[in-house]
């Protein structure tokens, strides 16, 4: 079956300082693949998205490259910021399946940038 | 923007209660989602429904159950609460079922806490 695997946290980083969060994904085909940030007291709410291999998300500062030979997607911040602090999800989405309910979520990765 | 609405942001029931969570989207989305979140588990769907009347089991149905009357409404219910329910719950919808490239929209979600 489907499933993301995304870096333990929680992460703490000063604030300008640089960010990874690892994510791997095991899936047939050609998934989407997705991050989704969920701030304090919040929903989620989609961060970007790539859609095909070599495929570049980004938004608000953060990046994430779709590696179909690594079968990964990390995300990517080069200077955080105290109003980034979140947890940070990742997800695949399988393309052939022609449904929304096959969407697979990592199991989150806590942010806390300190000023 | 799309608006999903949860009924309460914070709620406190005693075990064996039946409980009532309700959702509503204000953009005509035909799918919509019941997940819970838990610490280091991320999002489990429970239910999910892709037009009126129509519902479907998630990965984590036992004890819940569902009820989409009208398109715009989706509620979650607990038969008799356990204090293993407790838990962030979070609604979600998106356009079309086949929408496997598009962004799910979430609610702020549920603290519910079963005592």
């Known amino acids: 079956g489907n499933s993301v695997t995304q870096m333990e946290g929680p992460v703490t980083l000063s604030e300008e300082a640089f960010l990874t969060i690892n994510c791997t994904y095991t899936a047939t085909g050609y998934p989407s693949l997705f991050w989704y940030v969920q701030y304090p007291g919040e929903g989620l709410q989609l961060l970007l998205k790539?859609?095909?291999?070599?495929d570049k998300g980004s938004n608000k500062g953060f990046e994430a490259t779709y590696r179909k030979e690594t079968t990964s997607f990390h995300l990517e911040k080069g200077s955080v910021q105290v109003s980034d602090s979140a947890v940070y999800f990742c997800?695949?989405?399988?393309?052939?399946?022609?449904?929304?309910?096959?969407?697979?979520f990592g199991s989150g990765t806590q942010l806390t940038v300190l000023p | 923007d799309v608006k999903v609405t949860q009924s309460s942001r914070y709620l406190v029931k005693r075990t064996g209660e039946k409980v009532f969570l309700e959702c509503v989207q204000d953009m005509d989305h035909e799918n919509m989602f019941w997940y819970r979140q838990d610490p280091g588990l991320g999002l489990r769907l429970i239910y999910f429904?892709?037009?009126?009347?129509?519902?479907e089991k998630g990965d984590i149905p036992e004890g819940y159950s569902v009820s989409r009357e009208k398109k715009e409404r989706f509620s979650l219910i607990l038969e008799s609460a356990s204090t293993n329910q407790t838990s962030m719950y979070l609604c979600?919808?998106?356009?079309?079922?086949?929408?496997?490239?598009?962004?799910?929209?979430f609610g702020s979600g549920t603290q519910l806490s079963v005592l």
């Open positions: 429904s892709y037009d009126v009347k129509m519902k």
């Open positions: 997800a695949l989405s399988p393309i052939s399946s022609g449904s929304a309910r096959q969407l697979t």
């Open positions: 790539a859609t095909k291999a070599d």
């Open positions: 979600a919808s998106i356009k079309s079922r086949g929408a496997t490239n598009e962004k799910l929209f």
